[in-house]
């Protein structure tokens, strides 16, 4: 309980800093803006003191006290601006047609897909039985960490993954809240203010509830035309459209072998890649914030921005590196459309904002991102994302590969960035739909020709800021397409093609969803867990296989030789050493004694996957360690204590 009050402390500090700030902004807006910055307030002002306390509860609970002080200052210094009374100038039904689907679709895939407990056993989703892992073994493992955090899947190694989105459910699990109620909270929490400040910002750029609408639905049931090859199955075989549902990964927006990579952002995205739907909850504010300044050259607006800029690349680096591009293509579009004589004065707040949040990443990036990006050597030029076959062609046409991953929307993304002057002079909406249209493509184009990750398919994480960003301008265009064939025969024939084309395949990807249903943790391996997590010191070391699945890792949040290479290598790490180290030690324990003093092993895992992954000498454990724990196929040993090792609680 007192993890969920920790919660809601900093919602509300946020919520008070918020409605200071921006006294003239809707009550709507100042809330979701409030709420927005509690989460940001949640993981940042606990990681700081945590350099000098560790990441202990009093970090956290200091860093309570801290946003109550932001939020205190912020109503003293404001309390005489007078504050707007509205809620909001959208019909109220806009958003609660919107926003109440998607929380409800988020919170029971957040619900179902993050440690649903069932006969003792622990089950996920399809989307989460990859992702989750890693995401549970940050934030267990940051419990009592000194900073900065090292990985517990290769101990040493710097966490340079963005670990922020996590650090927040530490918080609440050093205050005595259960592992799978902080994710769920603050995951469904996310879901909705990511899916209102979507709204909020298509309201602000179109004031069309009609092109609000479209942009909604285009954003979260997006999907492409994956759906004409599963159908195409399906007149072979009737059989393959149940496969769509009970198959593992059989939707019509991810099937590599067909090229289909447009993944869906609630399944494939805002789930399972907790990162990316922190990233998102930040980015949002941020483009409201640089639509609503820009054209005002609201300088207070763009510090504010520059602040909340430069607290986003361990928030989610793809997002803060998105939020740049977009912004200098919009600062481009601003200064080239001002006249000659004011084009000094539109450049000096974009400026302010850029000097700002470099001074405040610039320390978080030359201390995570930098190393594994760049040191580690994943920056390399690659064309066309995902669809280059790394023999210098293309799987796909270039066209045909963008029109059928993203659909018909795609074929509309420049004429509805250009559409739209009248008398000769841009309205002040085309004029931000540009600016944002300019900032897009900026991205498309620097993902296009730039592979920033070990892994290429991260990208989309580049294109779909770009896809955030013109949907509004879309949204717009078609509703003006609309109008103007009015009186045509078959409008609403072409429209409902469109939308089908648009969203079947989502549609078919939520469904699957939904009812996807996979064990993570056996029951035995739960236990195992638990026994680990309350029986063994904090800073035990343990040996166990690679595998993703490890429950030592994950749940109990201790460090292990060396984690899975389908994480660790994807972040640019080299863990060939520890990876050789750990099968020497479980298959030649008695010439491992050096390695075990090492690696400070004090604990050895033994399962299933231990045994079926290598030529294990589990004799040798049994005869010279003690049997802490044994339950079903499972088995923990506790190592003799030499030197290093200690295993004393």
């Not at 910055?37 to 202990?56: C, E, K, Q, V």
């Not at 059989?250 to 090229?259: R, V």
């Not at 459309?337 to 949040?357: N, V």
């Not at 595998?547 to 949040?557: E, F, I, M, S, T």
Request: with cysteine; glycine share 10%; net charge neutral.
């Amino acid at each position: 309980m007192a993890g969920v009050l920790l919660l809601i402390g900093f919602l509300a500090c946020g919520v008070a800093v918020a409605d200071g700030l921006l006294p003239g902004r809707q009550r709507l807006t100042r809330l979701w803006l409030g709420l927005c910055a509690g989460l940001m307030l949640m993981m940042w002002l606990p990681t700081l003191f945590a350099f000098f306390l560790r990441f202990t509860a009093a970090a956290s609970l200091l860093g309570l006290g801290a946003a109550a002080l932001m939020a205190g200052a912020a109503q003293f210094f404001t309390r005489k601006a007078p504050r707007r009374r509205s809620w909001t100038d959208m019909p109220p039904w806009l958003p609660m047609a919107l926003v109440i689907p998607l929380a409800l679709l988020g919170g029971a895939l957040q619900y179902t897909h993050i440690l649903r407990p069932e006969n003792g056993a622990l089950y996920v989703g399809q989307s989460t039985f990859g992702d989750l892992c890693l995401h549970l073994g940050i934030a267990t493992s940051l419990r009592g960490a000194a900073y900065p955090p090292t990985y517990s899947l290769l101990p040493g190694a710097l966490l340079g993954y963005p670990f922020l989105g996590d650090s927040m459910v530490t918080s609440m699990l050093l205050l005595g809240c259960n592992l799978r109620l902080a994710f769920v909270l603050t995951g469904t929490l996310m879901m909705i203010l990511v899916g209102l400040g979507f709204v909020i910002l298509c309201w602000e750029l179109t004031r069309s509830p009609a092109a609000t609408v479209l942009a909604f639905v285009l954003l979260f049931l997006n999907g492409g035309l994956g759906f004409l090859y599963a159908l195409d199955g399906v007149g072979r075989d009737p059989s393959a459209f149940r496969e769509i549902f009970t198959g593992f990964y059989k939707t019509p927006t991810n099937q590599p072998d067909l090229n289909l990579r447009w993944v869906n952002v609630v399944c494939d995205m805002m789930v399972p890649q907790r990162t990316l739907l922190t990233g998102w909850m930040a980015l949002m504010p941020a483009l409201w914030l640089l639509v609503t300044a820009a054209k005002a050259r609201d300088r207070r607006l763009f510090v504010l921005l520059g602040v909340w800029a430069g607290a986003m690349p361990m928030v989610h680096t793809h997002s803060f590196l998105a939020l740049g591009l977009i912004s200098a293509g919009a600062m481009a579009f601003c200064v080239w459309q001002a006249p000659r004589s004011e084009r000094l004065a539109a450049f000096l707040p974009f400026a302010l904002y850029g000097g700002i949040a470099v001074l405040l990443a610039l320390p978080q990036l030359l201390t995570w991102s930098v190393p594994q990006t760049v040191k580690g050597g994943a920056l390399h030029f690659r064309f066309n994302w995902v669809n280059n076959n790394g023999h210098g062609g293309l799987i796909d046409g270039y066209c045909w590969f963008w029109i059928k991953n993203v659909g018909p929307i795609w074929l509309m993304m420049v004429p509805a960035a250009l559409c739209g002057r009248r008398n000769g002079a841009l309205s002040d909406r085309q004029y931000r739909f540009r600016m944002l249209g300019l900032g897009a493509l900026v991205v498309y184009v620097v993902a296009e020709l730039i592979q920033f990750q070990p892994n290429e398919y991260d990208n989309n994480k580049l294109f779909y800021a770009a896809y955030i960003a013109m949907l509004p301008a879309v949204g717009w265009y078609l509703v003006t397409l609309w109008n103007r064939l009015k009186g045509v025969r078959g409008r609403a024939v072409l429209a409902a093609a469109f939308l089908l084309a648009s969203t079947l395949s989502g549609a078919l990807t939520v469904g699957r969803e939904v009812v996807s249903n996979y064990q993570l943790f056996t029951e035995a391996e739960v236990q195992a867990a638990d026994f680990v997590e309350k029986e063994t010191p904090a800073d035990a070391v343990f040996l166990t296989g690679v595998q993703h699945k490890n429950p030592v890792a994950a749940l109990a949040g201790r460090s292990i030789v060396c984690g899975t290479p389908s994480y660790l290598y994807f972040h640019g790490i080299d863990y060939s050493e520890q990876y050789m180290a750990a099968k020497q030690m479980l298959e030649l324990p008695e010439d491992s004694a050096e390695l075990f003093e090492a690696y400070g092993v004090s604990y050895a895992y033994i399962s299933g996957y231990e045994r079926n992954d290598y030529d294990l000498n589990e004799a040798w454990f049994a005869e010279n360690c003690e049997l802490a724990f044994a339950v079903g196929d499972v088995c923990v040993y506790k190592l003799p204590a030499v030197h290093g090792n200690s295993t004393e609680n």
